[in-house]
């Protein structure tokens, strides 16, 4: 950690230490990790599930969460092609359905819904 705060310095990219997390990922050794900056140690918080460009990584590697969260989408999806447009036929249906939910299962970081 101390060689990426450097680096860091070196190129006069600020470093914040408030957004730096741990993941041990496969194994129960917990290992405190510190970083130094102007001569003070802050240690680094650990997290067990993190999100980063729409995906989802646990520290056992499962893709469970990452599913739950495509299939909420997925059902919030359909439920608004369903509420809003009552009187469709199965061709409008399936254009629909094709274009907003199972994009959503399929490819899921591709899809951001807030």
């Known amino acids: 950690m101390n060689q990426l705060h450097a680096w860091s310095d070196k190129w006069l990219l600020s470093f914040n230490r408030d957004k730096c997390k741990v993941m041990h990922v496969g194994h129960d050794y ?6 130094q900056q ?14 980063d460009l729409g995906i989802v990584v646990t520290d056992n590697l499962g893709v469970s ?18 509420r809003q447009l009552k009187d469709m036929d199965k061709e409008c249906f399936t254009i ?8 959503g299962i399929c ?7 807030p």
């Open 30 to 35: 917990r290992f405190l990790y510190a970083i």
């Open 38 to 51: 102007n001569n003070s140690k802050y240690n680094l918080s650990a997290t067990t599930e993190e999100r």
């Open 65 to 82: 969460t990452q599913c739950a969260e495509a299939a909420k989408r997925a059902t919030k999806a359909l439920s608004i092609i369903r």
């Open 96 to 103: 629909l359905y094709k274009s907003f939910v199972r994009i």
């Open 107 to 113: 490819h899921p970081s591709l899809v951001s819904i």
